[in-house]
Nanobody, 120 residues
Framework: QVQLVESGGGSVQAGGSLRLSCAAS???????IGWFRQAPGKEREGVAA???????SYADSVKGRFTISKDNAKNTLYLQMNSLKPEDTAMYYC???????????????WGEGTQVTVSS
């Protein structure tokens, strides 16, 4: 069973950067991974995803600003977030599955989340 633990969230001013990490156990390099976020009163939305072959997809709202990556040797997933905006404020979750759900929130395994707050 895959266990995922996010870290790296925090408070930052608009224009700043954060790098989220997701420590994974039971995760294999062949899994599909994704980062999602959920703001209060809103549905969970896909932010970035990576296929088992390393190809990536991003929500239009974060293209050019966010980058998803993984380090198989460290069993860690990352989300580099640059040029942050107040509308990026949300709880961020990492997710993994053996099926490629891309940006759909249908992954089997989820972390508990890490809060990102961007002030103007």
């Amino acid at each position: 069973q895959v266990q995922l633990v996010e870290s790296g969230g925090g408070s930052v001013q608009a224009g700043g950067s954060l790098r989220l990490s997701c420590a994974a156990s039971g995760y294999t390099y062949s899994s599909y991974i994704g980062w999602f976020r959920q703001a209060p009163g809103k549905e969970r939305e896909g932010v970035a995803a990576m296929d088992s072959d390393g190809s990536t997809s991003y929500a239009d709202s974060v293209k050019g600003r966010f980058t998803i990556s993984k380090d198989n040797a460290k069993n860690t997933l990352y989300l580099q977030m640059n040029s942050l905006k107040p509308e990026d404020t949300a709880m961020y979750y990492c997710a993994a599955d053996r099926i490629g759900w891309f940006l759909l929130p249908r992954y089997n395994d989820w972390g508990e989340g890490t809060q990102v707050t961007v002030s103007s």
